[in-house]
Antibody, heavy 119, light 112 residues
Framework: QVQLKETGPDLVQLTQTLSITCTVS????????VHWVRQPPGKGLEWMGA???????DYNSAFKSRLSISRDTSKSQVFLKMNSLQTDDTAKYFC?????????????WGQGVMVTVSS | DVVLTQTPSILSATIGQSVSISCRSS???????????LYWFLQRPGQSPQRLIY???NLGSGVPNRFSGSGSGTDFTLKISGVEAEDLGVYYC?????????FGSGTKLEIK
C-alpha cells in the first residue's frame, strides 16, 4: 500500500529554518521521484522542488538558494529544509509521488503538514 | 513561468448537472516529445489533492468516468458529466511541460 507522510513542526520562528520529513512506504525512492508542493491557507498550490530517483534534485527558482531537498533511501525518507523563513512561508507542505516520466506525476500525496511562521 | 488561468473561479451546480472548467495557458503546453503535460486535480475540503486527469485526457486510477479532459496547445477543459455531491471542492489544472511546474489558481465547485 502506497503511503506518504509528512512530519514537521507546527510552528517556526521568523528567519529560522524549516525541516520537514516525508516518510514513504509501498514503493522505493530509487524507483520513484518525490516532489514537494505547498499551499498557503486559503490559497492555491505551489511547486517547490523534486528529489529524483537517481539522487538528483530540482528546485523552483522562486525559492532561490533557501531550499534544500535530500533523502535517506535506507529509511525511505525525503527531507525538505528551507531557511530564512518569513510569514508568507506559512503553509501546508505536501510531498507527492512521481512515477517516472512527466506524464505520471502526483498519483499519491501525503496528508500534508501545516507550518506557521511566527514572529 | 507559465501562467494557467482557470475560469470560472467559482461554479455552482445542482446534482446531475454537467459542468465545464477552462484552463488557459500563457504558452503552448505541447512538448517537443509530442506529449502535452496537462493535469487536473481535485482537492476536497480538508484533504490533499487527488489526481483526476493526466496528459490532458487520461483518467487517473479509480476516477469515475463522469470526469473527462480535453484540449490542446493553450486551451484545456475539464468536464463533469452529471455532478455528484462528492465532487465538491477546488479543481486545479497543472502543467509540467515547462519548468517550473505551475498550477492554476483553482475553481471552487459548490453544490446547490
Amino acid at each position: 500500500q502506497v503511503q506518504l507522510k509528512e512530519t514537521g513542526p507546527d510552528l517556526v520562528q521568523l528567519t529560522q529554518t524549516l525541516s520537514i520529513t516525508c516518510t514513504v512506504s509501498g514503493f522505493s525512492l530509487t524507483t520513484y521521484n518525490v516532489h514537494w508542493v505547498r499551499q498557503p491557507p486559503g490559497k492555491g498550490l505551489e511547486w517547490m522542488g523534486a528529489m529524483w530517483n537517481g539522487g538528483g534534485t530540482d528546485y523552483n527558482s522562486a525559492f532561490k538558494s533557501r531550499l534544500s531537498i535530500s533523502r535517506d533511501t535506507s529509511k525511505s525518507q525525503v527531507f525538505l529544509k528551507m531557511n530564512s523563513l518569513q510569514t508568507d512561508d506559512t503553509a501546508k507542505y505536501f510531498c507527492a509521488r512521481h512515477e517516472g516520466t512527466m506524464g505520471s506525476l502526483f498519483d499519491y500525496w501525503g496528508q500534508g503538514v501545516m507550518v506557521t511562521v511566527s514572529s | 513561468d507559465v501562467v494557467l488561468t482557470q475560469t470560472p473561479s467559482i461554479l455552482s451546480a445542482t446534482i446531475g448537472q454537467s459542468v465545464s472548467i477552462s484552463c488557459r495557458s500563457s504558452q503552448s503546453l505541447l512538448d517537443s516529445d509530442g506529449n502535452t503535460y496537462l493535469y487536473w486535480f481535485l482537492q476536497r475540503p480538508g484533504q490533499s489533492p487527488q489526481r483526476l486527469i493526466y496528459l490532458v485526457s487520461n483518467l487517473g486510477s479509480g476516477v469515475p468516468n463522469r470526469f473527462s479532459g480535453s484540449g490542446s496547445g493553450t486551451d484545456f477543459t475539464l468536464k463533469i458529466s452529471g455532478v455528484e455531491a462528492e465532487d465538491l471542492g477546488v479543481y486545479y489544472c497543472m502543467q509540467a511541460t515547462h519548468a517550473p511546474l505551475t498550477f492554476g489558481s483553482g475553481t471552487k465547485l459548490e453544490i446547490k
